[in-house]
């Protein structure tokens, strides 16, 4: 009978720092939303969305 080796590979790793790069950059999108809903509301039409650079989609 084989023994099943449990660990985590580099390939699995990867895959997790990828899906929580992509988590957090929904995140720091939404943030800017509500950042610019307050500004709205307080009547500062002067506002920009920056744009994030490196948002990174995990295929399997």
Do not use: E
Not at 34 to 45: A, S, T
Request: charge should be positive; aromatic fraction near 6%; proline fraction near 3%.
């Amino acid at each position: 009978m084989k023994k099943i080796r449990s660990g985590l590979t580099l390939q699995d790793a990867l895959y997790i720092a990828m899906i929580i790069w992509v988590g957090l950059s929904i995140l720091a999108l939404l943030y800017d939303l509500v950042i610019v809903g307050i500004n709205l509301l307080h009547g500062n039409y002067n506002v920009t969305i920056p744009l994030k650079v490196g948002l990174t989609i995990p295929t399997a």
